[in-house]
């Protein structure tokens, strides 16, 4: 079957400044596009072949029904990773047993759809071979391709992307023309966003043209000598790039031209700086992604470069271009433009610290791994799986440097051995991935290689691998008695009494297995997520059981402590549970319904693909039994493909019952009718069927107050009916801050709308005015 994308059309970026000229480009991609499978946009960094594709993407969305989708290489270092981060572009849930190529092709293969493979020099041979494997797969799908080089794949069309026009220096413009040249429209543009007063008149027309014909037209170029108007004027700032130049083209013949004007550019750019800021232009370009300010003290800073300096520092690589300022959900981060990286890591490189960097770069995200399993079954929790998503192409590097040195595989698969942070970021197959890896470079027992066997045991029962579920949970067993490691034992022992659970052999001889996990859990002060699992699983068996009093009460125990604790992942795991336990009971469907969509407000903000397929799956039983069968219809239809998608179903058995209630009400064609609709979707619009918006009087209410005492004000604010901007006004703080306060509220109360906020503060209004 088809994988599900969780969002039918993924969304392209948004433009965060204006785009220029291009016209002509535009046009014959377009024209590329009538008759071509595969076009590749060339040309050197900086160029603008991204920008370039983005908005020739966005200008031809409407001809691809299927969506369009854009897929960032740039962070992406290992090729066997490839599929996977296309599928991830997708919005593709976890995936069953197949091959990550084998599921994109069943993914695409339906679908008129643009792929965009973005900055694809460094993986050129990965992607021309999936590009060519999917193009013959899918006979509707198109892709574009950004690249310094081509693709050389079968039906590959070029379009070569060059600099912006400008002005030919032996017949110059006449005044006012000059803003029909691209390459000085762009010059002014972006100095005026940050001299709003700057325009070219007859007096500077001259300086400015000569400008844009020295840079020759390179927006990146462009770009960053008007960033230098800050502190140059014109005559300046034309004046010593002129000086520039001819020191380079004199120490560098043979190579290209438009090659020596951006290197030169960087360069100038990097000589303007301090020492501080060029140390942490070097520095930062270890990172694969983004990065925020604690991560950039304990990787970038030492007695050269101390932390109390970093903050002004990064302020002057903000103000020179060099790094670009983001907000996501009120956290403040950093990016470089890949090229401007490329260019740190060139100096990295020359200044003998990058072993020393890339270990600390290491270390760094081996601790955020530690300290987010530590602290994820706590009121933190919502803000560690936002944090643990940004930092995904860092904690794969982190992984990469560990598996590539037989001395570091220990330190990779403690990173790999964490499931929370893999199915928070819908990752469990590239775990699998790593795991693997790392366990065929050992063959001594240890604790990190019995450990590593349980957790990837435990990975292989979520995504239906029998042949692993079987074998590995064993070896883990005998490894971990051999060490007398008890926390391996514990695992291993939960991993065998979960395989036992799911039907592989006696369920109820899961409960003392069950069991005996939560006590040695207890002695072992591992985090406590996984003493939450198995009582999860647990439950779950008494439930199928029909021994609702112990089911109940291992639930409630859960429900009240994960409540105390602001944790919020098992906490919706408790609520499914009572509301299973319930409907087996066979108590009022509509109230478990409720309950379940309570659950699924929930789950929405993690990215818990079981969680969901269970919740789902128990809310169809729950709405065939209070006689609502084609919905139920629908809802079992879209949960069907969920399971597919993990490779295994769980509560096998139970749907049978509610399944023939529903054909019962309205006959097998009504029936199978709505479950074929329900299998056409994908995960979220799957959800947006089953979370019809409720008025703002049927608000439901969180369990708990999980809000900060900031959130608690934005909040009031919000219930007063202003507007972010006024907020942003009213609390002295940026509109973006505003914005991220706002999405982080909606995001922990389960919440779609503002008047949603408005009606929960009514309920929760003591004292906060």
């Excluded at 969002?7 to 008759?35: D, H």
């Excluded at 290489?73 to 090729?79: D, F, K, R, V, Y």
């Excluded at 919740?615 to 729950?622: G, K, M, N, P, Q």
Aim: hydrophobic share 45%; proline share 5%; charged share 25%.
């Amino acid at each position: 079957m088809t994988p599900q994308p969780a969002k039918p059309e993924p969304a392209l970026p948004a433009e965060v400044s204006s785009f220029v000229g291009r016209r002509e480009e535009l046009a014959v991609i377009r024209e590329l596009f009538s008759s071509a499978r595969l076009v590749t946009l060339t040309g050197i960094g900086g160029v603008g072949k991204t920008r370039l594709a983005l908005r020739a993407a966005g200008e031809m969305r409407r001809a691809f029904p299927g969506g369009v989708c854009l897929v960032e290489l740039a962070s992406l270092t290992e090729p066997d990773l490839l599929p996977q981060a296309v599928l991830d572009a997708l919005g593709v849930r976890e995936r069953p047993k197949a091959d990550a190529v084998v599921a994109l092709e069943r993914c695409v293969r339906d679908r008129r759809m643009l792929l965009v493979l973005d900055n694809c020099e460094h993986l050129v041979d990965a992607a021309a071979v999936l590009a060519g494997r999917l193009l013959r797969s899918a006979a509707d799908l198109k892709i574009l391709a950004t690249s310094r080089h081509a693709l050389r794949v079968a039906g590959e069309h070029l379009c070569p992307v060059t600099p912006l026009r400008v002005p030919d220096p032996e017949h110059p413009p006449e005044t006012g023309a000059v803003l029909d040249y691209p390459a000085i429209a762009l010059f002014q543009d972006r100095v005026t966003a940050i001299v709003p007063e700057f325009a070219i008149t007859e007096d500077n027309q001259a300086a400015v043209v000569r400008l844009c014909q020295q840079l020759e037209g390179i927006p990146l170029a462009i770009e960053l000598a008007a960033a230098r108007l800050r502190v140059l004027t014109l005559p300046e700032l034309a004046d010593r790039l002129a000086d520039r130049f001819l020191l380079l083209r004199q120490s560098a013949r043979g190579v290209p031209e438009r090659h020596q004007t951006l290197s030169a550019l960087i360069g100038w750019s990097h000589d303007l700086c301090t020492p501080a800021e060029q140390l942490l232009w070097r520095r930062a370009s270890v990172f694969a992604g983004g990065f925020a300010i604690d991560a950039l003290e304990a990787v970038c800073s030492d007695d050269a470069l101390p932390p109390p300096a970093l903050l002004d520092t990064v302020a002057g690589l903000v103000d020179k271009s060099v790094l670009v300022r983001e907000e996501h959900r009120a956290q403040v981060r950093f990016r470089m433009l890949e090229t401007i990286r490329e260019y740190g890591q060139a100096r990295l490189a020359e200044s003998g610290e990058r072993p020393a960097l890339a270990r600390r770069h290491r270390d760094w995200f081996a601790r955020l791994v530690d300290t987010a399993t530590r602290e994820w079954a706590g009121p933190r929790q919502v803000d560690w799986a936002v944090r643990l998503r940004l930092e995904h192409a860092d904690i794969r590097l982190a992984l990469e440097y560990s598996m590539a040195r037989p001395g570091e595989v220990a330190t990779g698969l403690r990173i790999a051995a964490q499931p929370w942070f893999w199915s928070a970021t819908e990752h469990l197959d590239e775990a699998r991935l790593w795991l693997d890896r790392g366990l065929a470079q050992l063959s001594e027992p240890s604790r990190e290689h019995a450990w590593a066997l349980a957790n990837r045991a435990y990975i292989a029962a979520f995504r239906g691998d029998d042949a692993a579920l079987h074998e590995m949970p064993e070896r883990a067993r005998a490894m971990a008695l051999e060490l007398r490691d008890l926390p391996a034992l514990t695992l291993a022992n939960h991993v065998i009494g979960f395989r036992r659970s799911l039907g592989h052999g006696d369920i109820r001889s899961a409960i003392p297995l069950f069991a005996e996990a939560i006590r040695q859990y207890a002695e072992t002060g591992l985090a406590a997520q996984y003493r939450d699992a198995v009582v999860v699983e647990l439950a779950t068996t008494h439930a199928l059981l029909h021994e609702f009093d112990r089911a109940k009460e291992l639930a409630d125990d859960l429900f009240a402590r994960c409540r105390a604790e602001g944790e919020r992942w098992n906490l919706s795991y408790a609520m499914w549970l009572r509301a299973l336990i319930s409907l087996l009971k066979k108590e009022n469907p509509h109230r478990v319904a409720e309950q379940l969509l309570e659950v699924l407000r929930i789950k929405r903000v993690f990215r818990d693909t079981l969680g969901l397929a269970l919740t789902l799956e128990v809310l169809a039983w729950a709405t065939a039994a209070k006689g609502e069968a084609e919905r139920a219809g629908v809802l079992l239809g879209g949960t069907d493909q969920i399971w597919r998608t993990i490779g295994s179903r769980h509560l096998r058995g139970k749907r049978a019952h509610y399944e023939a209630l529903a054909r019962a009400s309205v006959g097998d064609s009504c029936y199978e009718a709505a479950f074929s609709r329900g299998s056409e979707l994908g995960v979220d619009e799957l959800l947006r069927y089953a979370l019809p918006e409720p008025a703002a009087s049927e608000t439901p209410v969180p369990a708990a107050n999980p809000l900060t005492r900031r959130e608690r004000q934005v909040a009031v604010l919000v219930a007063e009916g202003m507007s972010n901007k006024q907020i942003a006004d009213k609390l002295v703080i940026a509109p973006r801050t505003a914005e991220g306060h706002v999405e982080k509220i909606l995001a922990k109360l389960g919440f779609t709308t503002r008047t949603q906020i408005a009606s929960w503060f009514a309920r929760h209004s003591d004292g906060d005015r």
